[in-house]
């Protein structure tokens, strides 16, 4: 059984700064992309950012030079640090990794809780 857990959502000011941490756990062969999205309320889930293995990431346009994804591999796990933040950045964030379950390296994608993000004007 993978599970993502996610950490370090909360209520800040608009201008303020959080990092998220999502860690895997799990017999897992390999842990190609991982990436944060979001959900705002009344509105469809949304990319905000990923990176694969070998660290090449990709940014929604919304987080270009205010958000920063970054992963530890020995750790399984992927962070979102998030400065600049504004009051549209609202929203639950979800944690996303797309795995290789051994033994045949079947690929599934997991997803996290979610952690709720809140920036107040």
């Known amino acids: 059984q993978v599970q993502l857990v996610e950490s370090g959502g909360g209520l800040v000011q608009a201008g303020g700064s959080l990092t998220l941490s999502c860690a895997a756990s799990?017999?897992?062969?390999?842990?190609?992309?991982m990436g944060w999205y979001r959900q705002a309320p009344g509105k469809q889930r949304e990319l905000v950012a990923t990176?694969?293995?070998?660290?090449?990431?990709n940014y929604a346009d919304s987080g270009k030079g205010r958000f920063t994804v970054s992963r530890d591999n020995a750790k399984r796990t992927v962070y979102l640090q998030m400065n600049s933040l504004k009051p549209e950045d609202t929203a639950v964030y979800y944690c996303?990794?797309?795995?290789?379950?051994?033994?045949?390296?079947?690929?599934?994608?997991?997803w996290g809780q979610g952690t709720q993000v809140t920036v107040s004007s």
């Open positions: 996303k990794a797309t795995v290789l379950l051994p033994p045949t390296a079947l690929i599934r994608d997991y």
């Open positions: 799990g017999i897992i062969f390999r842990i190609d992309t």
């Open positions: 990176i694969t293995n070998g660290g090449s990431t």
